[in-house]
């Protein structure tokens, strides 16, 4: 596929980046870094608005949550050397993507653990119906760090309230937004909305309404598929084929 040029007088092309994924998922953040460096490089010709979607990984996880490790061994079968083998492969490759997820907090790290999360995208939903993408997108990243850097509770509503106040929503609307039936209705829909397009894992992204890319890829496969999504040619049902 030859390069993508944007004519200067023309400036940077708009493009809609829509991702379904889940605070709890590693290779999320990976993926969205990854996403990141690729719209870097594509400054000049590129003006993405990227808008964060809701995926349960593991929506019957109760209050209490489970320890990361035993989580891993249960759901995927795996022993402990395992677990602690893909824990370490995780780490190389979120450093390779300029993301860290090694323990920033005070004192020794608390365990690991696996959380609920429907809480944390009845804020998100929150964020980008009344704030826009820029909010919704800076809460991702502040939930992101917190599981995977703090490892707070990102299923406490008050963990979760002072989450949104890092990133500017006031406090009482965030605790309004977590007890809101009507934003828990969209969190669903959303939901729904990714079985009807046979997501199945995450993260999923769709460019431009036209090409599904699955899993976390690298920078150069990202910035593909975005030039591609910016070509006037294609049917609107055409998907990525990411490895």
């Not at 602690?84 to 020794?108: C, K």
């Not at 397009?197 to 999923?204: G, S």
Request: net charge negative; glycine share 8%; charged share 25%.
């Amino acid at each position: 596929m030859g390069e993508f040029v944007t004519p200067s007088a023309l400036g940077p092309r708009a493009i809609a980046i829509d991702i379904w994924s889940d605070v709890m998922c590693p290779w999320c953040v990976i993926g969205t870094s990854q996403l990141h460096q690729a719209l870097a490089g594509m400054a000049d010709d590129v003006r993405a608005t990227i808008r964060f979607h809701p995926f349960e990984l593991n929506p019957d996880m109760p209050p209490d949550g489970e320890e990361q490790r035993s989580h891993i061994m249960r759901k995927y079968g795996r022993t402990v050397e395992e677990a602690e083998a893909g824990r370490e492969r995780l780490r190389e490759i979120g450093a390779s993507a300029g993301y860290s997820f090694d323990y920033v907090g005070p004192g020794d790290p608390p365990p690991a653990m696996m959380w609920n999360t429907r809480a944390a995208h009845r804020l998100l939903v929150k964020a980008l119906r009344d704030h826009g993408p820029d909010m919704q997108g800076r809460l991702k990243q502040a939930l992101f760090d917190a599981h995977f850097q703090a490892r707070r509770n990102v299923s406490d509503p008050e963990v979760l309230v002072d989450i949104a106040g890092q990133v500017g929503m006031d406090a009482d609307e965030a605790r309004a937004a977590l007890a809101d039936h009507e934003i828990d209705a969209i969190v669903a829909a959303g939901e729904q909305y990714a079985r009807d397009l046979n997501i199945t894992a995450v993260p999923a992204m769709i460019v431009n309404g036209r090409y599904m890319v699955p899993g976390a890829q690298d920078p150069a496969t990202y910035a593909q598929v975005i030039r591609r999504a910016l070509e006037p040619s294609g049917p609107a049902s055409d998907q990525a084929e990411a490895g």
